[in-house]
């Protein structure tokens, strides 16, 4: 085995780390440079970014384009690679108690579960800690101009994706997910009170795109691999996901990202 010479830290969003997706990348990534180590600090996009902002991370991997697009104009993050996506979908208990399911978009599937909630219905599960997934649960909620806060049925858990959905399994309660880790879980028979309630590929709220980012403040070695790293994961990302997502027809975790994606990020960092 190679002795370890240079180490790249990188923050990340929990959703990517729990699916199982960077250990694989960076496997992959040691297959061609075994001297370095990549460090993974999985916890929320904001979290993510505000590590980067302390210059305490060489690369960030996230997925919240109006947060990040905030970090890039204050010179905190560089040479955005955005290298893939997948959706949110709401999952809720089978029996569906706030009739969401079949509902014509993610914010109407949200009003229903709000509707439901207020009533004694229903109960919610937030993620509460500034990820990727928390700032898109609270831009639907915006949208729809509804406060859910104080209510006994939201429970914010502060907690990974991989948590909160347990706790919604546990509870009964819908979450906001994306839709790799939900997978992740649910194949491993992990959440058997879950089912996927609201799924749109058409949605333009359940788009849910992946960017890699260099810390401007990082230099040196591990600033070299950093890059390395991160264009090795764009560059290859078709061949990578193919060789991570599901066999045998089965759903994909997540899809390498096009032109298309990359239109979407400015109007998602935009909104």
């Known amino acids: 085995m ?81 290298f893939a996506y997948n959706y949110f979908v709401l999952v809720g208990p089978r029996e569906d108690p ?7 978009d993610l914010a109407e599937a949200f009003r229903r579960v709000f509707t439901a909630g207020v009533s004694g219905r229903a109960t919610f599960i ?36 991989d948590v909160a959905l347990m706790i919604a399994n546990e509870l009964k309660a819908y979450t906001l997910s994306d839709i790799g880790t939900y997978l992740k879980l649910s194949t491993r028979g992990r959440l058997p009170n879950l089912e996927v309630i609201y799924a749109s590929e058409d949605d333009p709220l359940t788009v849910n795109l992946y960017s890699a980012y260099l810390v401007s403040s990082c230099s040196g070695t591990e600033r070299e691999y950093a890059e390395l790293f991160v264009e090795f994961t764009y560059v290859n990302r078709v061949k990578l996901l193919e060789g991570f997502n599901p066999a045998s027809g089965g759903i994909p975790f997540f899809y390498p990202a096009t032109s298309r994606e990359e239109e979407l990020w400015w109007k998602q960092s935009s909104s």
């Open 98 to 104: 706030a009739g969401a399911r079949g509902s014509t």
């Open 126 to 161: 937030s993620r509460g800690d500034r990820s990727g997934t928390h700032s898109r649960e609270l831009k639907v909620w915006r949208l729809l101009g509804l406060n859910p806060e104080g209510g006994g049925w939201y429970l914010s858990c502060g907690c990974g994706m």
């Open 2 to 82: 190679a002795v370890v010479v240079t180490r790249v830290r990188v923050a990340t969003t929990t959703s990517l780390y729990a699916t199982g997706l960077l250990d694989y990348l960076a496997n992959e990534f040691r297959k061609l440079y075994p001297w370095v180590a990549v460090d993974f600090i999985a916890v929320g996009t904001g979290a993510a970014l505000r590590l980067a902002e302390r210059g305490d991370v060489c690369a960030v991997f996230v997925h919240a384009p109006d947060l990040e697009r905030v970090y890039v104009e204050r010179g905190v993050l560089a040479g955005r690679r955005t």
